[in-house]
């Protein structure tokens, strides 16, 4: 069977800091032009060396029609740069990619709308966008108005709409319009759970109809469920393109680290079990970067789902002590979580209330074995955490 889509040598190498200079007068212009060669002498070598680097470098592969295929990878890996060229937003540096087929994508919160025009005039525009003709649009156009959820302002501009109501919107086109490839990015996160529920289930209905799928995304759960095939990036290469159980166990094996070293405002993080508790240590150097310094985490298990979650605001703590603090330690001790044995991962957040905040997705992980004093029986365990209950007989 001939590949829908197919891959060959694809590199995309990108400039580090390549600001665009301010308007100048006719005299500055002739003086630069007189010292560009000179300039240019300068900063061949450095330039070349330093201020560049390959988001993607010799990705070789090929999808058959119908597979659904998920791109996992830690951030920077090259999983939104693949999309958007295969989506021919930009255009590779070296290599090439063949596609058979119309491409519908969804990268980002509204993309291919116009924030001027109303939801209505914006699936035509889409559609349109997609190649496809006016008849073909008005067939489709109340299943994407129901599957949206925004009949109600549908003659409204898109500039007005929240957030959600723009991936629903953009989501049900995208779905719904006749391309025979769909490339899905991480956007569906912004969406509510039922939505994103919707989405997934759409998707498998959208393969089973021999149309391609190509989803990102960092949930393990969301990609076991929908793919067949994975592909696992790492550093702009291809690590694994196998089944996706095999893809999935590879990418959590390699990423297991119970300690990291930051950049932004927190210096290194580090997670540890004692006897019933997990104990999270931060230090941090802000350097002026944020003021109050808060740090929210997830633990998650081994397919991406959450178990649980904190942060100081859930907590009502008195944030007082932290003011003008610039270098210090944050320790949380949870206690006794009677988490069931296995492999669990800790995303980080770490803000301030000025909305200056980093955050890193499965930046650490840990291995729980015997929390609970029960003896496990893994055929009889669900979930990730024994209750603690008590039985009454009569």
């Known amino acids: 069977m001939k590949p829908i889509i197919k891959v060959e040598n694809l590199s995309k190498q990108y400039t ?5 200079e301010p308007y100048s007068t006719f005299r500055e212009s002739l003086v630069k032009a007189a010292r560009v060669p000179l300039n240019a002498f ?12 390959w988001a993607l470098k010799d990705i070789n592969f090929a999808v058959e029609p119908g597979e659904v295929v998920g791109i996992i990878g830690r951030n920077g890996a090259g999983k939104s740069t693949l999309l958007k060229i295969l989506s021919r ?32 005039e914006n699936i035509y525009l889409n559609g349109a966008i ?15 108005v129901d599957f949206a959820e925004i009949e109600n302002f549908l003659d409204t501009p898109v500039k007005r ?73 790492e550093k702009g290469q291809i690590k694994s393109f196998n089944k996706t159980n095999i893809v999935i166990r590879d990418y959590l094996n ?3 680290s119970n300690y990291r070293t930051f950049d932004k405002g927190l210096k290194w993080a580090r997670i540890t079990q004692e006897e019933n508790n997990i104990i999270i240590e931060c230090e941090y150097d802000l350097k002026n970067l944020i003021d109050i310094p808060h740090l929210g985490f997830v633990v998650s298990n081994s397919l991406g789902s959450p178990v649980f979650a904190s942060n100081p605001s859930i907590e009502n703590l008195d944030f007082s002590i932290y003011e003008k603090t610039l270098k210090g330690k944050i320790t949380v001790i949870i206690k006794q979580p009677k988490l069931l044995d296995g492999d669990y991962w800790l995303s980080i957040w770490f803000g301030d209330s000025k909305e200056n905040f980093f955050e890193e997705k499965d930046a650490l992980c840990f291995q729980v074995s015997a929390m609970t004093k029960q003896k496990q029986n893994s055929q009889l365990m669900v979930g990730n955490v024994l209750p603690l209950c008590e039985w009454i007989f009569q």
Request: glycine share 10%; with cysteine.
């Open 16 to 20: 580090i800091g390549g600001a665009k």
């Open 42 to 53: 300068k900063r061949r070598n450095k330039e070349n060396v330093d201020n560049r680097f």
């Open 89 to 120: 937003i930009t255009e590779p540096t070296k290599g090439k990619v063949e596609l058979y087929g119309r491409v519908g994508s969804l990268l980002e919160v509204g993309t291919g709308f116009h924030p001027e025009l109303t939801g209505r």
């Open 130 to 144: 997609l190649g496809m003709k006016r008849e073909e649009i008005s067939k489709k156009f109340d299943e994407i």
């Open 161 to 233: 709409y929240s957030s959600g109501m723009y991936v629903r919107l953009a989501f049900a086109v995208a779905a719904h319009l006749e391309s025979e490839i769909i490339i899905v990015d991480e956007v569906l996160a912004v969406g509510d759970t039922e939505f994103q529920k919707k989405c997934l289930g759409k998707m498998k209905n959208v393969s089973q109809s021999g149309r391609t799928v190509l989803f990102v995304s960092h949930s393990m759960t969301a990609v076991q469920t929908l793919c067949n095939l994975c592909i696992l990036l």
């Open 254 to 256: 390699t990423s297991k």
